[in-house]
């Protein structure tokens, strides 16, 4: 039949139901499989016939009228042809012999049924051998079989050709990593093919196993399914697993890792495949371990950090060729170093030394491996008695290690003492921690949804506000204890106000630079002394933005924008400016801190 006859069969595939009913004859001892197409390919059936030589077709309608059958090949429906030849009792129709690997429209009055008929003798799958070649062991494993499993094709009715899926089956063990019992464990794995030519490939196992290649579906259903097995295959592909536990838990548990204050005490343990031989630790000061400063070449690792700064360990494993390689999964270890209250010497205890310390620095003698702000214990800006009775009670009475942070006067007129570095930091180069403007703790997230002092968004301020959505307690500072430096430094301590920031821009002479590799601007104050802020950029949901090589600097201030009650006042510089400015309260910025002062 010409092109354009059965357009309009594709045009109403979705308006038509089926209630016909094809049955087979002269199939023999292998009963005709059913397969239901997918959706989109206009055909109700697939028939997969063992063998269509002599075998006949019968459809019986429910319209009560002769059906009229046409049948397509691999072109679609649009170049289906009548079949002549058909033979009629009652609403029952039959074809004497099927086309092989055809496709039928059969149409029912105002319905039709559409299927195809495969003809699986052109197709009989045959394994006879397999082979394995391992010409990639590490990242692919192929096999090349003897024997034939070619694609089993199909045509929709729009003349799409589709593949069967002849579900041709891979058996073979693995490793599989059980997070309940911090173990590998051995699995089966079955791939399954919906054809080969000559060649299948797999990702390698992670131990020693043998192969069984089996199919098909089809000949399984009929009872004829055969199979092949290879040789037994050592594997040389290799993986790992690992664990980090810290030991005194004191510090906060991360989602990748660990956070606290030092001394922090973790032990790693690595678990390595089965043709792991060789195995280390590596620890390093970048996440990409571009700077490994240690290696341990054991499975687990049992380590106390001391120093501050942000670690990285992770576990390698490599087969006996070095050929096959393996990480795990990256630990992150976020360490806090701060000097103890009354440990004037460094020595990370509080006895009488420390006292001997403070009594050589009232008399005048040289001291070395202290920090003079240190000394000022009870801090009230001077170094006397005073500091040693508060040595003697931390001894006696055991009270708890806190903060204690050094400062510079630079000769501002108000007197305001800055920090040396960030809340959060141990070095005026580190960012320190992030905070939104009036919480007290750091985050991993950043946006209106996450914020404190709001319900719902920055139109439902629930404290600091003029007036925003109806609430107002005309507070215009954070009190001590929405104020970080109060709460992480103590009392002695506050976030800037506006004022402040404004005095250390205007008196100060503010320059970019570099230090130990970190952007940033060195601020001189008019006695010559100076502090460095880093451009620390800030947080906004989970991403840091603003530091690189575009780098800024943007420091809370306590103070809020009474005209706008959503943003709060902030210090800002980059290399060419620095400027006051506002800020969306809920973002993460850093903060340096002034000294509360007599003057």
């Not at 069967?164 to 079955?190: C, F, G, M, P, Q």
């Not at 991360?254 to 343990?269: K, M, N, Q, R, Y």
């Not at 976030?495 to 970190?518: F, I, S, Y």
């Amino acid at each position: 039949m010409k092109k354009g006859i059965f357009s309009f069969f594709v045009a109403i595939i979705s308006l038509l139901t089926v209630n016909g009913q094809v049955t087979f004859t002269g199939v023999g001892a292998y009963p005709v499989i059913e397969v239901t197409p997918a959706t989109g390919t206009g055909l109700d059936k697939i028939y997969v016939v063992h063998n269509t030589n002599g075998v006949g077709m019968t459809y019986h309608s429910t319209s009560g009228e002769r059906a009229v059958w046409y049948s397509y090949d691999s072109r679609g429906a649009d170049y289906a042809e009548e079949i002549t030849g058909i033979s009629c009792d009652s609403s029952t129709t039959s074809l004497s012999q099927v086309l092989p690997n055809s496709g039928y429209i059969i149409v029912d009055g105002s319905e039709r049924y559409c299927c195809w008929v495969v003809n699986y003798a052109d197709y009989n799958l045959e394994l006879n051998d397999m082979f394995i070649s391992n010409e990639e062991p590490c990242s692919l494993m192929s096999f090349r079989v003897d024997g034939y499993g070619p694609k089993i094709t199909y045509t929709t009715i729009d003349g799409h050709t589709r593949v069967l899926d002849r579900e041709i089956k891979l058996a073979y063990n693995t490793l599989e990593w059980d997070d309940d019992y911090a173990w590998w464990s051995e699995k089966e794995v079955i791939e399954s093919f919906e054809s080969f030519d000559d060649v299948l490939a797999i990702e390698p196992p992670l131990c020693n196993t043998c192969f069984a290649l089996t199919g098909d579906c089809f000949l399984q259903a009929w009872g004829l399914e055969n199979s092949v097995e290879s040789e037994y295959y050592q594997t040389q592909a290799v993986g790992c697993s690992s664990t980090a536990e810290q030991q005194d838990y004191s510090m906060d548990v991360l989602s990748d890792g660990f956070e606290g204050w030092a001394p922090c005490h973790i032990v790693f343990t690595g678990y390595p495949t089965d043709a792991v031989v060789y195995r280390v630790w590596e620890m390093a000061t970048d996440a990409e371990f571009g700077n490994v400063i240690k290696r341990f070449n054991q499975d687990e690792v049992d380590f106390t950090f001391m120093e501050a700064g942000t670690y990285y360990m992770r576990y390698m494993v490599t087969n006996e060729d070095g050929s096959c390689k393996a990480y795990s999964n990256t630990h992150v270890i976020k360490v806090k170093s701060f000097p103890i209250r009354g440990d004037i010497n460094g020595d990370r205890e509080v006895n009488i030394a420390d006292i001997n310390s403070v009594i050589d620095i009232i008399l005048g003698s040289y001291v070395s491996d202290y920090v003079h702000s240190r000394a000022d214990v009870n801090s009230d800006g001077e170094v006397n008695i005073a500091d040693i009775n508060v040595i003697i009670d931390i001894i006696l009475k055991g009270q708890p290690a806190v903060n204690t942070k050094e400062w510079v006067d630079l000769g501002l007129p108000s007197g305001t003492l800055w920090a040396t570095c960030n809340v959060g930091a141990n070095s005026p180069e580190e960012y320190g921690d992030y905070f939104a403007w009036g919480e007290t703790f750091s985050k991993d997230y950043y946006d209106w949804t996450t914020y404190k002092w709001c319900i719902g968004g920055m139109d439902g301020i629930t404290k600091y506000s003029y007036g925003v959505n109806g609430f107002a307690d005309f507070k215009s500072e954070l009190e001590p204890e929405d104020d970080v430096a109060y709460v992480h430094w103590g009392p002695s301590w506050r976030m800037p106000t506006k004022a402040q920031q404004d005095e250390l821009r205007e008196h100060c002479t503010w320059t970019w630079t570099t230090q130990n590799g970190v952007n940033g601007c060195l601020v001189i104050g008019p006695n010559g002394n100076s502090i460095f802020l880093p451009a620390a950029g800030y947080r906004w949901r989970e991403i840091l933005l603003g530091v690189g090589e575009d780098s800024d600097g943007i420091y809370w201030s306590r103070s809020l924008n009474i005209e706008f009650n959503p943003v709060a006042y902030c210090l800002h510089f980059s290399s060419d400016i620095s400027d006051g400015s506002c800020n969306d309260r809920s973002l993460g910025l850093t903060v340096r801190a002034v000294r509360v002062t007599q003057n």
